[in-house]
Nanobody, 123 residues
Framework: QVQLVESGGGLVQAGGSLRLSCAASGRTFTNYAMGWLRQAPGKEREFVAVIGRSDGSTYYADSVKGRFTISRDNAKNTVYLQMNSLKPDDTAVYYC????????????????WGQGTQVTVSS
């Protein structure tokens, strides 16, 4: 299996930016589509973005399209989420996840998960 460790979360004012990182170890990184999902208090975990294994294909939730950018560096076994123009509604625990099949866009389609990193956006 693959182990995933997120970093980069924190407290930021509305309109600010953060960059999340997720370092992977274990199995071959390029076997996995990599995604970011988030969970706010009292809400279900929701899809944010996903990137393909090596072709750079990406897909975003409508709520973050144009503000967030997912990328990966296969040489460093790392996936990133650049978050710009942050809003208080973006406050959540952000999870990195790996999917073995296709380009997952739902939480139940990902196979491996990190422990999460808190992002708090103040108004």
């Amino acid at each position: 299996q693959v182990q995933l460790v997120e970093s980069g979360g924190g407290l930021v004012q509305a309109g600010g930016s953060l960059r999340l990182s997720c370092a992977a170890s274990g199995r071959t990184f390029t076997n996995y589509a990599m995604g970011w999902l988030r969970q706010a208090p009292g809400k279900e975990r929701e899809f944010v973005a996903v990137i393909g294994r090596s072709d750079g294909s990406t897909y975003y939730a409508d709520s973050v399209k144009g503000r967030f950018t997912i990328s990966r560096d296969n040489a460093k076994n790392t996936v990133y989420l650049q978050m710009n123009s942050l809003k208080p509604d973006d406050t959540a625990v952000y999870y990195c996840a790996g999917g073995l099949f296709g380009l997952p866009t739902r939480a139940d389609l990902f196979d491996y998960w990190g422990q999460g990193t808190q992002v708090t956006v103040s108004s």
